[in-house]
């Protein structure tokens, strides 16, 4: 093989291998940003948010959701969402570590 064509070898290999990186990343955050559901039964036990129901509205404010949106989607008062926000913040807010919902 001449050294054009193994250059031209080694740029596509490169190339390939980029993609299914590029891939695999795209993957994983495809799963992590899901749609989710703020009406789902599992966020509330009740009239309490369940630890999924706390998580969603975390990564809601991690979106840049205000209160009062949070307070709309989740059907909670805005009391319950302020304090929760206020959670979101001591939790590190956006550099939080995020919990799994299950």
Do not use: C
């Not at 080694?10 to 993609?19: F, G, K, S, T």
């Not at 998580?55 to 909670?76: P, S």
């Not at 304090?83 to 550099?95: E, I, M, P, S």
């Amino acid at each position: 093989m001449n050294p054009t064509m193994q250059a031209v070898s080694v740029i596509v290999d490169n190339l390939q291998a980029e993609l299914n990186r590029l891939k695999k990343l795209i993957k994983a955050n495809t799963a992590e940003d899901d749609p989710i559901d703020p009406k789902d039964p599992r966020n509330k036990s009740g009239v309490n948010l369940t630890p999924r129901g706390v998580e969603i509205v975390f990564r809601y404010f991690d979106t840049k959701k205000t209160r009062h949106a949070v307070k709309e989607l989740m059907g909670i008062s805005f009391g319950a969402a302020d304090y929760r926000y206020q959670q979101w913040l001591k939790a590190g807010g956006k550099d939080r570590i995020k919990q799994p919902l299950q």
